[in-house]
């Protein structure tokens, strides 16, 4: 089935150490999209790629990195700098965000962080 | 500051009843617009897109669309228990080429049966 697949479901991450949270897409999409939600808040954007090799900072990018090295895959690393992880982290992905614009974007199940 | 807002509710209806959510939006250019619903622990799925000024059906869910008023709603026919969800409009902004969509807080919406 076509998908995008987060992993894990959920995440404990200790004082000081990064973790990477991991998304993959078989849609043969080429937009890709990390998006943080805490309660009763709205998704906010920490990354987007819209090709392989480039990406670019969203609203939040501050603690957080990423690659994109394949167009399926589109890892998030949060860093020890990003000092309120606790959160419910989204990718998602689209066909061709371009100019244009007009691709919803679809969504995996999510990455639940918390701090130990 | 590009802006999406929504009621945040709850919004409480019976069921049968038509649940009608609304968004606005800051931006007076842009072009598509979402509607995704979220329940409780899950991530948002879509159940409607609107691009052009007017209303839109599908099944259940009718989105209305007005550019002159930066406005967009969605209107649920015949709610359902099940349909009790946070729902989150989404306004992709002119002027920001590639950029992701602006999501609105959501507004909650119970259907008691």
């Known amino acids: 089935d076509g998908g995008i697949t987060q992993s894990p479901k959920y995440l404990f991450r200790k004082e000081g150490q990064n973790v990477t949270l991991s998304c993959e897409q078989n849609?043969?999409?080429?937009?890709m999209y990390w998006y943080r939600q805490d309660p009763g808040q709205g998704l906010r954007l920490i990354y987007y790629?819209?090709?392989?090799?480039?990406?670019q900072k969203g609203d939040i990018a501050e603690g957080y990195s990423v690659s994109r090295e394949k167009k399926e895959s589109f890892p998030l690393t949060v860093t020890s700098a990003q000092k309120n992880p606790t959160a419910f982290y989204l990718c998602?992905?689209?066909?061709?965000?371009?100019?244009?614009?007009?691709?919803?974007?679809?969504f995996g199940d999510g990455t639940r962080l918390s701090i130990l | 500051q590009k802006e999406v807002e929504q009621n945040s509710g709850p919004l409480s209806v019976p069921e049968g009843a038509i649940a009608s959510l609304n968004c606005t939006y800051s931006?007076?250019?842009?072009?598509?617009f979402f509607w995704y619903r979220q329940y409780s622990g899950k991530s948002p799925e879509l159940i409607m897109s609107?691009?052009?000024?007017g209303d839109k059906e599908d099944g259940r869910f009718t989105a209305q669309l007005n550019k002159a008023s930066q406005y967009v709603s969605l209107l649920i026919r015949d709610s359902q228990p099940s349909d009790s969800a946070t729902y989150l409009c989404?306004?992709?902004?002119?002027?920001?080429?590639?950029?992701?969509?602006?999501f609105g807080k959501g507004t909650t919406l119970s259907v008691s049966s």
């Open positions: 931006d007076r250019g842009s072009q598509s």
């Open positions: 998602a992905s689209s066909i061709d965000q371009g100019t244009a614009s007009n691709q919803p974007q679809h």
């Open positions: 989404a306004v992709n902004m002119a002027n920001q080429a590639g950029t992701a969509l602006i």
């Open positions: 790629s819209q090709i392989v090799n480039d990406f």
């Open positions: 609107i691009y052009s000024n």
């Open positions: 849609l043969n999409h080429d937009a």
